[in-house]
C-alpha cells in the first residue's frame, strides 16, 4: 500500500496525466467542449455514467478491433467466438483484412458515400449517439402530433444558411426516409387531384437518375404515368391535350454533375438537390426553387440512415406530401431523425473552421480524385470525361476547380460502342449509358466510395490508358 | 529491485511518457480508427469508455431531469438555459410537470403504446445502445448489397420460437418502417402484375382499423381498389367477374381483441399480427399464416422507431414487397435496425425470467387495466364493453384472464347513438365506431397509453357511471 507522501504523488501524477491528455487531444484533435467535459470529469462532481456504460465499453471495444485501415467491425456485424467480425472494403479479405485479392475488379458502380468515413471517425467524440431504451417511444413528439422534432428542424435552417445553398425562409420542411420517399411523395403530392383529369406525365431530362422512372412505373398512381424524356415534348407545338407536367431537374445532375434548370415551361417542378454540396459542386446562389429535396446521404454520407428533408413553398403540396409520408410509415424513425440531429449540428458547428468543416474535407476528398483520374485519362484517345470548369463557389468564397461525385466517362472509339463492357473488360465495373436513358457509348464511374475503392478504380483506369500506346505512357 | 513506493513512481512516469509518445503518434495517425485504440492502451487490457463519453454523460443528465413521474425530458427536446424541458403526460403541466390540470379530459383515443415504458426505463443499462458516427453509413449492409442486417433477422426468429406465437421456418423475412409499409407493400405485392385484369378488391371485416382503406384509397395504385367489407362480398353468389380479393384479417382484432380467421375463402390474406403477443392476447398456437405482418410498436412499445417485419411464405410475394420497399425508401434506416436489435435482444433474453419478462409486466399492466375498467363498467346499465373470455395461453402455460389492448365499449341507451359524444361530453376523448365502418353506438378506449392516461380515464369513467343511480353506486 502506498504511503502518504507517495499517493499523493501518485495522485498528482495520475491528474498530469489526464491534464497533457486532455491539452494534447482538445488542441489537436477534438477540440468541442463536450469532449473536454469527458477528461474534466475527474476533477468535477458531475455523475459517473452508469446505465450508458455497458453499451459504451461494448462499442469502443468494436471499433477498437483492427481491420488493417480495409475495413471496420460493427456492434451488430456478426460475431464469432464473441468477437465481431471485420467487414473489409472491397478486395480486402482475411480476418484482418489486410489481404489484397490480385484479380480483383475495381468497383465503381453503386453511389456509395464513403469517402466521408474517415470524417467521422475523427469526430469520433462529437458525432456519437446515446439512443436511451425509452427514448421517444410515442407516436407524437414535443407533446404535439407532430412526428418530427423541431429541433432537427431549426438545425437544417442553420445548416442551409452556413452553406448558403437554400433559402429555407417562407418553406414548410418536411422528413422522409431518405430523398428515394420524398421524390415519390412530391410525384404523388402534384398529381391532379381529380380523378376525371387525365395523369399528370413525369419527366426528365437526359441523362436522368434512373430511379425517377422506376418508382412512377412501379408504384402505378392513376394520377400520374412516366411521361419520358423532356426532348420528347419541348418539341411538340401543342401538348395541352396530353394532361399536366411533372418535370424532375437534378442539380447537379447525377451522373454528369453538371448545375441544371427546368427544360420546359411547366407548373410543377421537383428540384433534387442531392449533390448540391459544397463536396461536389460550387455554390452559385442559394437554392430558390418551389419543392427542392435533399439527403443526409450525400451531404454526411450517412446513406444507410435512410433520411432526407424537402423545402415546400407551398401549403397544399405540403399538406398532400405530408399525408403520403403518413399513410407510407407514419414518420421517420425518432432513432434516425436524433442521429441526423447529432451529425447536422457537427457539420453547422464545424463548418468554415479549419480543420473541422465537413465541406473542406470532402471537397479536398473529391478534388483529388478527380484531379488525379482527369490526369489519366487526359492521357487516352480512347477515353474522356466530362467537362466541367473551376467556378466561384460562395461557400468557400473563392474560385474552385471542379469536384464531381461521379465520372462521366465516354468511349471515343467507333467499336466501343458499350463503354461498361469496355471497362469490364478490363476489371473495372461501371454504370451503362443506358441506365441514364443515353447512349452507352458513356458510362459512369463512381467516386464517391472508399478510398481504397478509387484507388483500385485509378491502378485499373492507369493500366488500361497504358495499353494504348505501351507501358511507357502514364 | 525497486521498492513499492518508487516502483509506483516508474509506472507513473512510464506511463506518461508512453502517453506523450502515442500522444504524438496519434497527431499523424487520428484518422484511421485503428489509431483511436492506441489512446486506450497505457489504461490497460479494460479501457474506459473515451469517445462514447460526451452522449453518455449528455444521456445520462438528460435522463436524470426530474419530471415528477409525470413526464420526462430527452436530449432532443427543448432546451432551456441549457436544460431539456420537461415533456409532461397528458394534464400534466409546469417545469416538473407536478401540476394536474383540473379539468383536463381524459385522452383514450390513440394507441400509443407508452404503457411499456416503465419496463424500458427500468431495463436502462441493457438496452441503450451508443450509435458511432460512422455506425453502418453505407446502403450495403454485411458485405453484400442485402440492406437487413443478418443478426436482426435470427434474432426475430429466436423471438417467435421463444413467444410462440409464428412459425418463421420456410418463411422469407422482410423489413419495413411500421407495419404500415408492409400493409401497403402487401397489398402492391398480392395484386395482379397483368394490367389487362381488372384491379383486386382490398376488403376487411367490419370493424375494422382504418388505415387499411386509408391507404388503398390514397394511394390510387390502378392495380388494386377499395372494395368495402367481406360482408358485401360473402353474400354475393358468384363475385369472380369481380376479378382478385384481398383480404385483411387482424388477430388479435383492432379495437375489438378477438382472434379472427378469413371470411371469405379467397386466395390472397394478409394478416395483421401487430397485437399478437401476450401483452394483449393468450397464445392459442403459433401464428401459421402465409403473409404474416408484425411490428415493434405493439411488441416493444416502441412506436417511434417505425420498424416491422413480414413473414413471407411465396418467394414471388416477398420479392415484389421487397421491390417496394427499394423503391419507396431503399431500405428499414440501420440507426433503427441496431436499436430493434438490442430491444429484441432483451426481450428474448428476458423472456420467462421472472421480473425480466416483458410479456409478464405488459400482461399484468393490461391485465389489471381491463379488470379495473370491467369493475366500473359492470356497475353500469349504460354501457358495456366487448366480451372476452379466460383462455389457456401457451406462452405462460396457464389459462389467463383477458388484457386487451382496447375497450370497445357501446352504449346501450336507446338515446346514445353516438356513443363518442356522450364521452366527450363527459370528459372522455375515444374514438368513434364510425372509424372502423361500424356503428357509432360503439367507440374504442385505448387502454395502452401512459398510468397517467388510464387513471384519468377510470376517474372519469367512475364519475360517469357514478351518475346513473347517484355517487354512492362505486
Redesign the interface.
Known amino acids: ?3 502518504g507522501e ?1 499517493k499523493e ?2 495522485i498528482h ?2 491528474k ?2 489526464y491534464l ?2 486532455i491539452t ?2 482538445s488542441l ?3 477540440s ?1 467542449s ?2 473536454l ?3 474534466l ?1 475527474p476533477f468535477g462532481s ?2 459517473e ?13 468494436v ?2 478491433v ?4 480495409h475495413g ?1 467491425a ?5 460475431y464469432v467466438g464473441g468477437v465481431p467480425v471485420c ?2 472494403n472491397t478486395c480486402y479479405g482475411s480476418a484482418d483484412c489486410s489481404e489484397l485479392s490480385p484479380d480483383c475488379p475495381a468497383d465503381a458502380d ?1 453511389g ?3 469517402f ?3 470524417y ?24 404535439d402530433a407532430a ?1 418530427i ?4 428542424v431549426k438545425q437544417i435552417r442553420r445548416l442551409h444558411s452556413a452553406v448558403g445553398n437554400a433559402i429555407t425562409d417562407g418553406r414548410f420542411i418536411l422528413f ?3 430523398s ?2 420524398l421524390l ?1 411523395a412530391a410525384v ?1 403530392a402534384l398529381s391532379p387531384d381529380d380523378p376525371s383529369s387525365p395523369p399528370a406525365n413525369v419527366l426528365a431530362s437526359v441523362p436522368y437518375y434512373p ?1 425517377y422512372e ?2 412512377t412505373t ?6 400520374n404515368r412516366w411521361g419520358g424524356t423532356t426532348s420528347t415534348w419541348a418539341n411538340k407545338s401543342d401538348s395541352s391535350a396530353a394532361g399536366e407536367f411533372i418535370e424532375f431537374v437534378t442539380s447537379p445532375n447525377n451522373p454528369d454533375g453538371h448545375l441544371k434548370q427546368p427544360v420546359l415551361n411547366v407548373s410543377s417542378v421537383i428540384t433534387d438537390h442531392a449533390y448540391f454540396w459544397p463536396h461536389f459542386t460550387e455554390i452559385p446562389a442559394p437554392g430558390d426553387e418551389d419543392l427542392m429535396v435533399f439527403t443526409l446521404s450525400k451531404l454526411s ?7 432526407g428533408w424537402a423545402l415546400v413553398k407551398d401549403k397544399k403540396v405540403y399538406d398532400k406530401m405530408s ?2 409520408i403518413q ?13 441526423a ?3 447536422i449540428k ?1 457539420i453547422v458547428e464545424g463548418s468554415k473552421v479549419g480543420g473541422k468543416d465537413i465541406f473542406e474535407f470532402g471537397y479536398s476528398t473529391m478534388n483529388d480524385r478527380w484531379r488525379r483520374l482527369n490526369d489519366v485519362v487526359s492521357k487516352s484517345n480512347r477515353f474522356s470525361l466530362q467537362s466541367l470548369s473551376p467556378q466561384f463557389c460562395t461557400y468557400f468564397q473563392t474560385i474552385r476547380d471542379p469536384s464531381p461525385a461521379y465520372a462521366w466517362l465516354k468511349c471515343e472509339r467507333e467499336e466501343d460502342k458499350d463503354c461498361e463492357a469496355a471497362l469490364k473488360a478490363e476489371g473495372i465495373i461501371s454504370r451503362r449509358g443506358a441506365t441514364y436513358n443515353t447512349d452507352d457509348r458513356y458510362t459512369r464511374l463512381s467516386l464517391i466510395k472508399t478510398q481504397d475503392d478509387f484507388e483500385q478504380l485509378l491502378q485499373h483506369m492507369v493500366a488500361l490508358v497504358s495499353k494504348e500506346s505501351g507501358p511507357q505512357v502514364i
Not at 450508458?52 to 462499442?59: F, G, V
Not at 467521422?120 to 407533446?143: I, K, P, T
Open positions: 500500500m502506498l504511503g507517495s504523488r501518485a501524477s495520475s498530469l496525466l497533457l491528455l494534447s487531444i489537436n484533435l477534438y468541442s463536450s469532449s467535459l469527458l477528461f470529469l458531475a455523475p455514467p452508469w446505465w450508458t456504460n455497458p453499451t459504451s465499453i461494448e462499442a469502443e471495444a471499433a477498437a483492427r481491420c488493417s485501415g471496420r460493427y456492434v451488430d456485424g456478426i467487414e473489409c453503386s456509395d458515400p464513403m466521408l468515413e474517415p467521422w471517425m475523427r469526430e469520433a467524440a462529437s458525432s456519437a449517439v446515446v439512443l436511451a431504451g425509452w427514448h421517444r417511444m410515442s407516436y407524437r413528439m414535443n407533446n412526428a422534432s423541431a429541433e432537427l422522409g426516409a431518405g428515394t420517399q415519390n404523388h430511379v422506376m418508382g412501379f408504384f402505378n398512381d392513376r394520377e454520407g450517412h446513406a444507410g440512415s435512410r433520411f399525408k403520403y399513410l407510407s410509415m407514419f414518420s421517420v424513425s425518432r432513432d434516425t431523425q436524433l442521429r440531429l447529432k451529425l457537427v
